[in-house]
């Protein structure tokens, strides 16, 4: 009678080299739209139309940054701007309601709570672009239209949020922990403060990355109610792809390639939080 083989646990979890070239492989795709736009934007046009493309950076950069700030009709630099800004105040609220939210709906009793976390649901069911057209008229009747207010106030709340802080909430904090704060004398915002939101900060973390995330690629309804006046980023890039006469592909990567680089900078502000929740539900699963 032959004998099995007993395979050490140690090596259960060592990788094979062909999870190592799938590993690389998506990397290399992955990367490699935002590297050839950075590349594209230090070369000139003709290299738009190059077969094979080219792979070597150019020496055309700073000259192609120029004329896209000189862009009067894009406004680049206060795309930026106000995207960052509307992204920011965006991305505090809905951590702060969410995180709030969640804590509510996870550790305290109230009546209604089921079907409002049902009302919640529900909201996340229906899409985005059925409410464009009552909106759109809302910002009408507020007189909202070319303001910023009409990016960030209906937005400063979402159910995604909501739904995702109370699950990892009702999963990370006991309730025990809750009671032992009253018995210490806690108010239900000192909790919230003190207790709860130091322990939802991974969750929170990977909420901020994804609201500041689609907040900033946002297109659709700051292209409706702003204009070129007090543009964000996304609409900047539309008006450089909208030429009169001929598309200056360059500035659009150009362009592209700089709006880029604060969501690369956010990701490495929030991206040890993204790590530690994942891990942390990995190891709770």
């Known amino acids: 009678m032959s004998r099995r083989r007993r395979i050490p646990a140690g090596r259960l979890w060592e990788a094979s080299p062909l999870t190592y070239v799938g590993l690389v492989l998506a990397c290399v795709l992955s990367a490699f739209p935002i590297v050839w736009s950075f590349i594209i934007a230090s070369r000139d046009n003709s ?90 008229m809302l910002m009408i009747k507020l007189g909202w239209l070319g303001s910023l207010q009409a990016v960030i106030v209906p937005f400063l709340v979402k159910g995604f949020g909501v739904f995702l802080m109370r699950q990892y909430t009702a999963s990370a904090i006991s309730d025990e922990l809750i009671e032992a704060a009253r018995v210490d004398g806690c108010s239900t915002w000192r909790i919230y403060w003190q207790v709860v939101l130091p322990l939802v900060r991974p969750a929170a973390g990977v ?8 907040t900033w ?54 991206g040890r939080q993204i790590i530690a929740g994942i891990m942390e539900g990995a190891v709770k699963g």
Request: aromatic share 12%.
């Open 47 to 136: 290299a738009v139309y190059e077969i094979p493309p080219p792979l070597v950076p150019g020496g055309h950069f700073g000259e192609n940054v120029r004329r896209l700030l000189d862009n009067e009709q894009a406004n680049f630099m206060i795309g930026l701007a106000n995207s960052l800004i509307v992204s920011t105040i965006v991305t505090i609220s809905v951590v702060f309601f969410s995180t709030l939210a969640g804590f509510a709906f996870a550790k305290l009793r109230f009546r209604g709570a089921n079907i409002l976390l049902l009302v919640i649901i529900v909201t996340m069911m229906v899409p985005t672009q059925l409410g464009i057209i009552p909106l759109y």
């Open 207 to 214: 909420l901020a990355l994804l609201t500041f995330m689609e």
């Open 217 to 270: 690629n946002e297109f659709l309804w700051p292209y409706l109610v702003l204009t070129n006046k007090t543009p964000t980023v996304q609409y900047s890039l539309s008006v450089l792809a909208a030429g009169n006469y001929s598309t200056d592909y360059v500035q659009i990567f150009t362009g592209t390639a700089l709006a880029v680089v604060p969501l690369l900078l956010v990701f490495l502000v929030f």
